[in-house]
C-alpha cells in the first residue's frame, strides 16, 4: 500500500513538472513589412529584445512572439521592432530609420494605425450624482471619449484613443477637479472647496488595480503575508500564499481564485451584534448556525449539510478550533478583533493541511493600516450579558507596528423561560488577551514578519436553576454543568521576497497551543489537555512566466491529547505528521487552474495523500463557471467533538475497529463541487446571482450513532455509505441606491449508512431558505450616516435520533416543524469616530418546546439535553456603542 501511494505520488509530481514546462507565454501582433529581408530583420529585433521564438509571416504580418514575461516585454519588444524600422501597432518606425531601409522593405506605411483604444477601470472617490458630473466631465476635458463612473462603487470606467491622451492624465486632471483617486490626491484647496453633499471621506484611500479584477463588486489591493498592507500599492508577492483582500462591498466573491471564496469584511460582521466567530455568519447565507445543546448553550457552524468538524477553521492561517476547541472554540475569537474573513467552499489549497474537507474560515485579526486608532466597544443585552473590547493599533517606527487586543464578557443573569428548572443560557465570564507585532519591511530588505501571542480564561456554569458552583455536585441534589477552559497561543510568521523578483518568496509559519479544560457535566467529568506544534514552510515561485506560479514545502503537526472520561477512562495519544506539498497554478486569458497534492505520514493514520484541484473558466467577462475536486482526511476526537451529548443520560460505547484512536481508524473523504457565477445590470445597479452544488463522499467515517439506542451514543468506523449533497443558489442584487437585496435558497441530501439502516443525518434541514435586507443613508458633512439590517431564515423540518425506545412522554416526533427566525439591527454612525447601535435575535422569538427532556428527573435514564434542533431562547434585545480614537 505505501509503495503504491508513493508510486501514485511520484507519478502525479512528474505530472505536474511536465505540465508546468510545456507551458509558455506566446502572443501575436500587427508588424508591417514587406519581404524575406523583412522578416529576418524584424524576427532578429524580437529576439534581441529578449523573445525566446519569433515568427513574422509576410502575406499576413502576424508577429508570433514567445517570451518570459519575467525576462521582456510586449512593449520592450515591439519598440526594439520599430527602432529596427518597422511599424508596428504599438510604435511607429522613425522617418530617418525608415528612409534607410533597402528599397524592397519600403512597405506601404498607410497600412498601420500606430494608435490604439485604451480601456480601463480606475478607482475614484467620490459621493453623488453631482461628483459623477464632475469626474466624467474632468476625464472627457482630459481627452476621453467614455467615461461612466459608479456612485456606489466608485469605479470610473473608461475608453480613449491612447494618442490624445492617457491615463496619468486624465487621473491628474480629476484630481485637479477634487477628487482623489488611485494615482493622485486631490489639493486641499480644492477639497474644501466642494459642496458639502460632495466631501467624501478622504481617510479611505482609492483601492488599486481596479481594471483587474474579474468580479466588479470588488476592488483589489495586494498585502503582504499577514494583511499588513503594503502602502506603495506595488507589492503583488503573496508570502506564504496569504493574500487579504480588501473591498467595497461588505461580502464578495474573490474574482481571480480559481476556487468559491467569499471575503467577508468588517463592514459585514458589523450587521449583526457579532459578540464571536459562531455570531459572525448571521447575515451570511453560506454557512449554518445550529443550536447543539439546551444545557450548554453551544452553537455550531455547519457547511454543505456537514458538521463543524469537516471544516477547517484556521486563524492567521494557523490551526485554530480543531482538537479538544471544537466544542467551544467559536467562542474564542471575539468579533471586534476580527478585520476580515475568507470563506472557501469545497477543496482549498493544500498548503495549508489535509485536514479540510468541506470548505475552510480563515480570521484574519485587525492590524495597523496606515493610521493610529483605539476602538472601544460596550455591549449588553436584555438577558444580563455584557461585553467589553478594547484595540489598540499603532505604529512603533516606520517598519514596525503592534496591536494589543482585549476583550471580557460576562453573562451574569439566571433565565428559565420556559420553566423547566434548567438555565437558558450559562452563566460566567471569559478574558481574552492577545498581542500582535508586525514587521515590514518588505520593499527594501524583502523581509516581513509577524508574531502574535494570546491567553484565554473561559469559566461557564449551567444545568439547574437551584445549582449552586461553590458545591461539588457529589454535595447536592441539583444538577449542575460547569466548564472551565484556559488556552495559551504563540505564533510567528516571517517571509522573505527575494529582491528584484517580487513573485519568488520563502515564508516559514510556527505556531504552539496549549489547551486545557476540566469540565463536569452533572456526575460525568471530562478533564483534557492538548500541546500542539505546527510548522510550515512554502517556497513560491513562476516557472519562465507568470503565468506559470509554483508553490512546494514541507509542515509538520505534532498533537499530544490526554483526556479523562469518568475518571476511570484514560485516553493519551501523541500524533506526529510530517508532510510534504506541492501546488501549481496556471493562469491564462480566461482561465485559471490551480492543482496540488501533499503527502503527509501520520505515526497513527498511515500515509495519506492529498490531491486537490481548482479550474476556473471566464466564459465571460460576467459569466464564472468553478469547478473544484480534493481529498481530505482527519483523525477524530469523538470526546471533544461530541460534549453537546453529554449532558444526558446517554453511556458511551466505542465499536472497536482496529484502529489507532479510540479504536478507530482515520475519516478520509472527497468532495467535488461545480458553480456558476453570473453577474448582469438589473435597473441599472449592480446585481449577480451563484449557484453551486457540492458533494462529498465518505471513504471512511467516525459515525456518531444516537439511534441504536435512545439511552446510548455509540461510535463506529462506517461499513458503508455517507455522503452529502449541498445545493445553494443566491441572488444578490441594489434595486435603489444604498439599499442592498441577498436571497438565498440551500437543499441539502445528507444520509449514512447506520447500524440500523440508511438514514438522513439528524439535525439537518433538507430546505432552508434565507433573504438579508440592508438600508444605509448618505454621509452628512460629519460622517455621520443612518444604517439599517434584517435578516430572515426560514428552516425546513429536521429528522431527531430515534426515542421510540423511551416511554410515551419521553419520545420526539420523527421529524421537527419548520421554524422561522427574524434578526434586525439599526445603527447611527454620529461621526467618522461613534457609533451607536441597537438590534434583535430570534425577533420571532421561536423557541423549541421542552429542550430538555425529562427535565425533572436530570439524574435519570431518559434525562437528554443533546436534543436541539431550534433556538431554545425568546427574542434577545441588545444595544452597544462603539467609539475610536
Known amino acids: 500500500m505505501k509503495n503504491s501511494t508513493a508510486r501514485l505520488c511520484l507519478v502525479f509530481f512528474i505530472f505536474l513538472f511536465n505540465t508546468a514546462f510545456s507551458q509558455t507565454l506566446q ?58 524600422g518597422h511599424d508596428n501597432e504599438r510604435y511607429k518606425a522613425d522617418d530617418s530609420v525608415y528612409e534607410k531601409l533597402p528599397a524592397c522593405c519600403h512597405y506601404d506605411r498607410k497600412a498601420m494605425s500606430t494608435t490604439t483604444e485604451e480601456h480601463a477601470a480606475f478607482a475614484v472617490n467620490g459621493n453623488c450624482d453631482q461628483c459623477k458630473a464632475r469626474i466624467e466631465t474632468a476625464a472627457k476635458i482630459a481627452g476621453v471619449d467614455i467615461a461612466e463612473w459608479d456612485p456606489e462603487t466608485h469605479i470610473l470606467n473608461t475608453s480613449w484613443n491612447n494618442s490624445r491622451t492617457s491615463a496619468n492624465t486624465i487621473l491628474q486632471k480629476i484630481a485637479e477637479a477634487g477628487h482623489d483617486n488611485e494615482r493622485y490626491k486631490a489639493g486641499d484647496d480644492v477639497y474644501e472647496k466642494l459642496p458639502e453633499c460632495c466631501k467624501y471621506d478622504r481617510s479611505q484611500s482609492p483601492r488599486t488595480t481596479a481594471s483587474e479584477s474579474a468580479n466588479p463588486y470588488e476592488v483589489k489591493t495586494e498585502t503582504d503575508m499577514d494583511g499588513m498592507k503594503t502602502n506603495s500599492g506595488e507589492m503583488t508577492s503573496d508570502i506564504q500564499g496569504v493574500t487579504v483582500t480588501k473591498f467595497n462591498n461588505p461580502t464578495a466573491i474573490s474574482g481571480k481564485e480559481a476556487g468559491l471564496v467569499y471575503n467577508i469584511s468588517k463592514k459585514e460582521l458589523l450587521k449583526a451584534a457579532c459578540c464571536n466567530l459562531s455570531e459572525s455568519f448571521e447575515t451570511n447565507a453560506t454557512v449554518d448556525v445550529a443550536y447543539s445543546n439546551a444545557v450548554t448553550g453551544t452553537k455550531q457552524l455547519k457547511m454543505l449539510g456537514l458538521d463543524q468538524k469537516y471544516t477547517a477553521l484556521t486563524k492567521e492561517l494557523l490551526p485554530e478550533i480543531r482538537g479538544l476547541a471544537t466544542a467551544y472554540g467559536l467562542n474564542f475569537i471575539p468579533g471586534r478583533w476580527i478585520g476580515g474573513i475568507q470563506l472557501t467552499k469545497g477543496g482549498s489549497t493544500v498548503t495549508n493541511g489535509y485536514e479540510s474537507i468541506t470548505g475552510q474560515i480563515n480570521t484574519e485579526l485587525l492590524k495597523y493600516n496606515d493610521k493610529p486608532e483605539t476602538a472601544l466597544n460596550v455591549f449588553l443585552d436584555n438577558n444580563a450579558r455584557a461585553e467589553l473590547n478594547i484595540t489598540h493599533l499603532s505604529p512603533l517606527n516606520d517598519k514596525w507596528n503592534q496591536s494589543i487586543l482585549i476583550h471580557g464578557n460576562g453573562t451574569f443573569a439566571k433565565m428559565d423561560y420556559n420553566n423547566d428548572g434548567f438555565l437558558d443560557q ?111 514552510l512554502i517556497y513560491e515561485d513562476i516557472i519562465g512566466n507568470t503565468n506559470n506560479k509554483y508553490k512546494a514545502g514541507a509542515s509538520f503537526l505534532y498533537d499530544h491529547y490526554s483526556e479523562e472520561y469518568l475518571i476511570t477512562d484514560h485516553y493519551r495519544r501523541t500524533e506526529t505528521v510530517p508532510g510534504l506539498f506541492a501546488e501549481y497554478t496556471l493562469t491564462g486569458n480566461k482561465y485559471t487552474l490551480v492543482t496540488g497534492a501533499r503527502v503527509d505520514f501520520h505515526n497513527l493514520a498511515g500515509t495519506q495523500f492529498t490531491p486537490r484541484l481548482n479550474f476556473k473558466y471566464d466564459i465571460t467577462p460576467k459569466t464564472v463557471l468553478r469547478l473544484s475536486a480534493g481529498r481530505g482526511f482527519r483523525t477524530a476526537n469523538i470526546f471533544a467533538e461530541s460534549q453537546q451529548y453529554f449532558a444526558s443520560g446517554r453511556t458511551i460505547e466505542i465499536l472497536d475497529n482496529g484502529g489507532k484512536i479510540y479504536g478507530l481508524k482515520p ?58 449533497n449541498s445545493f445553494q443558489t443566491q441572488w444578490d442584487f441594489i434595486p435603489i441606491r444604498n439599499l442592498d437585496v441577498r436571497i438565498a435558497y440551500k437543499y441539502y441530501d445528507v444520509e ?39 435578516t430572515l431564515n426560514i428552516v425546513g423540518k429536521q429528522r431527531i435520533p430515534d426515542t421510540s425506545s423511551n416511554p410515551e412522554p419521553f419520545r420526539l416526533a420523527e421529524y421537527s416543524s419548520t421554524y422561522t427566525t427574524l434578526n434586525a439591527q439599526i445603527a447611527r454612525n454620529l461621526n467618522t469616530k461613534t457609533r451607536v447601535y441597537i438590534g434583535g435575535d430570534n425577533l420571532t422569538s421561536t423557541r423549541q418546546k421542552n429542550p430538555v427532556m425529562d427535565a425533572q428527573h436530570p439524574f435519570g435514564n431518559y434525562f437528554d439535553g443533546g436534543m436541539v434542533y431550534a433556538p431554545v431562547m425568546p427574542a434577545n434585545i441588545y444595544a452597544g456603542v462603539d467609539f475610536s480614537f
Open 27 to 84: 502572443e501575436h501582433y500587427t508588424v508591417n513589412g514587406a519581404c524575406e529581408t523583412c522578416k529576418n530583420r524584424i524576427e532578429t529585433a524580437a529576439k534581441k529584445a529578449g523573445a525566446s521564438q519569433a515568427i513574422w509571416d509576410i502575406s499576413t504580418h502576424q508577429l508570433t512572439v514567445d517570451y518570459d514575461k519575467s525576462q521582456t516585454s510586449a512593449e520592450a519588444i515591439l519598440k526594439k521592432i520599430a527602432e529596427a
Open 426 to 536: 450559562p452563566t460566567g465570564s471569559q478574558m481574552n488577551l492577545a498581542y500582535l507585532l508586525n514587521y515590514n519591511d518588505l520593499e527594501k530588505s524583502g523581509w516581513g514578519s509577524h508574531f502574535g501571542i494570546s491567553f484565554l480564561k473561559d469559566q461557564r456554569t449551567a444545568g439547574q436553576m437551584d445549582f449552586r458552583k461553590n458545591l461539588d455536585q457529589s454535595e447536592q441534589t441539583a444538577y449542575g454543568v460547569g466548564i472551565n477552559i484556559s488556552r495559551f497561543q504563540i505564533w510567528n510568521k516571517t517571509g522573505y521576497i527575494f529582491k528584484g523578483k517580487p513573485y519568488r518568496s520563502l515564508g516559514w509559519m510556527n505556531q504552539f497551543t496549549h489547551h486545557e479544560q476540566n469540565s463536569f457535566f452533572g456526575l460525568r467529568d471530562y478533564n483534557g489537555a492538548e500541546n500542539t506544534y505546527y510548522s510550515n
Open 667 to 724: 475519516e478520509i473523504a472527497w468532495n467535488y463541487g461545480a458553480s456558476l457565477q453570473q453577474e448582469f445590470r438589473l435597473f441599472g445597479r449592480k446585481s449577480s446571482i451563484v449557484a453551486d452544488f457540492f458533494r462529498t463522499n465518505f471513504q471512511n467515517q467516525v459515525v456518531t450513532d444516537l439511534d441504536q439506542s435512545a439511552q446510548k451514543i455509540i461510535f463506529y468506523n462506517l461499513d458503508g455509505k455517507s455522503f452529502a
Open 752 to 790: 449514512t449508512d447506520y447500524l440500523s439502516g440508511r438514514k438522513e443525518l439528524p439535525f439537518i434541514a433538507k430546505h432552508r431558505g434565507f433573504a438579508n435586507i440592508s438600508y444605509s443613508t448618505s454621509k452628512n458633512e460629519k460622517g455621520g450616516f443612518w444604517s439599517f439590517d434584517t
